[in-house]
């Protein structure tokens, strides 16, 4: 039977989105000769009953796909709003575009919303997770983080340089919400000397050894300091009571007023807050993989009507779980004793405690 499919993205938006898109349109139209429709900006497209068709000739003038490389999401997306106070708005919009299944790209925050409505409606739903926080669960790739680390590592590696120039220390600001996976990831592959992380309790006194060790003992006027957004201020320091995880609290120059404060004034700081240039670029070619073999699979659970799951990276290839499980594991975090945090302090660098 010829099925009618729609997919949307939502959420943050990030590199590879549009690479599903692709692969999904390919697949579905190509294999099993399918319609697939666009909803755009996710549930708002929803609630208005909005669609927009999508297909394999999506083609420049000279016959080139530009999908595959262009970053964002071409349908639009969401991130904010009472999504569940319109439930109902939404839920008469999705019977009135008539699908017959739903492939939704987000993250933990969106898929857990979309998951719930695909529960009160019905709906037959495969989700595939993207998030440059890399927090969800249960898989070893989300789309996007891939392009995020390498954007974040080319920041690094630029302000290393302008560092050493003038003796100076350095502090990046990174992306992630709660999780840290971002801060790590690119502190370790761009040669950071301090990463803060969410989930690895830091003192200020700690840090300011470290600046001094790296000063007095090694040489190394200049200093990397990585500081994930979502850090908190150590309880010994400061009691952040808003519990603040996002890029408006100002860690990085929280930190840097502390090591202003620690080193009498004598260390010179510049703060480099990454923000949403991390969610911006071309996919890398990992992000582009992994994107383009979700798509596909996505068609092909559809196909053997498989619902209600979503697609992970284990192991090397795409598995799939129930939402629900994933869900209830959702935020994924830096484990403290895990691999890359112990390689990481066997390099010299300060990951607190
Ligand atoms: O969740 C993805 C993310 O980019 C976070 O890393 C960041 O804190 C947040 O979204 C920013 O959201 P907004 O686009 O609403 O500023």
């Known amino acids: 039977m010829k099925k009618r499919i729609g997919i949307l993205t939502s959420g943050g938006d990030c590199p590879g989105l549009n690479c599903v898109i692709r692969a999904a349109v390919s697949h579905a139209t190509r294999t099993y000769d399918w319609e697939v429709v666009?909803?755009?900006?996710?549930?708002?497209?929803?609630?208005?009953?909005?669609?927009?068709?999508?297909?394999?000739?999506?083609?420049?003038?000279?016959?080139?796909?530009?999908?595959?490389?262009?970053?964002?999401?071409?349908?639009?997306?969401?991130?904010?709003?009472?999504?569940?106070?319109?439930?109902?708005?939404?839920?008469?919009?999705?019977?009135?575009?008539?699908?017959?299944?739903?492939?939704?790209?987000?993250?933990?925050?969106?898929?857990?919303?979309?998951?719930?409505?695909?529960?009160?409606?019905?709906?037959?739903?495969?989700?595939?997770?993207?998030?440059?926080?890399?927090?969800?669960?249960?898989?070893?790739?989300?789309?996007?983080?891939?392009?995020?680390?390498?954007?974040?590592?080319?920041?690094i590696n630029r302000l290393t340089f302008t560092a050493a120039s003038h003796d100076r220390v350095m502090i990046i600001e990174v992306m992630g919400r709660t999780a840290g996976h971002l801060a790590l990831y690119s502190g370790i592959a761009g040669g950071a000397d301090v990463i803060l992380l969410p989930e690895v309790p830091y003192t200020i006194q700690g840090l300011c050894n470290h600046l001094t060790e790296l000063r007095e003992r090694w040489q190394r006027k200049f200093a990397i300091v990585v500081v994930a957004e979502g850090i908190f201020p150590c309880s010994k320091d400061i009691d952040d009571a808003d519990n603040c995880t996002t890029a408006k609290c100002g860690k990085g120059q929280y930190i840097a007023e502390q090591i202003a404060n620690c080193s009498n004034h004598l260390i010179d700081t510049r703060v480099s807050v990454l923000g949403h240039i991390q969610r911006g670029g071309i996919p890398s070619a990992l992000d582009r993989l992994t994107a383009t073999m979700f798509g596909k699979v996505a068609v092909d659970l559809i196909a053997q009507e498989k619902y209600d799951q979503m697609l992970a990276w284990q192991n090397g290839r795409v598995v799939n779980f129930p939402i629900q499980d994933v869900i209830d594991k959702n935020p994924s975090l830096v484990n403290p004793h895990g691999d890359l945090v112990q390689t990481a302090r066997s390099l010299g660098i300060y990951v607190g405690e």
């Open 38 to 155: 666009g909803i755009p900006y996710s549930t708002q497209g929803l609630l208005e009953g909005k669609t927009v068709p999508l297909s394999i000739h999506g083609w420049d003038l000279r016959g080139i796909d530009p999908l595959l490389n262009m970053g964002g999401t071409v349908l639009g997306s969401i991130n904010k709003g009472d999504t569940l106070g319109s439930a109902n708005e939404i839920l008469a919009g999705y019977e009135a575009i008539g699908l017959d299944a739903l492939i939704a790209v987000g993250g933990d925050g969106s898929l857990n919303i979309i998951h719930q409505l695909a529960v009160l409606g019905n709906w037959n739903l495969v989700a595939i997770p993207k998030t440059i926080d890399h927090d969800v669960a249960l898989t070893e790739r989300s789309i996007g983080f891939d392009t995020a680390v390498n954007t974040v590592v080319d920041a």
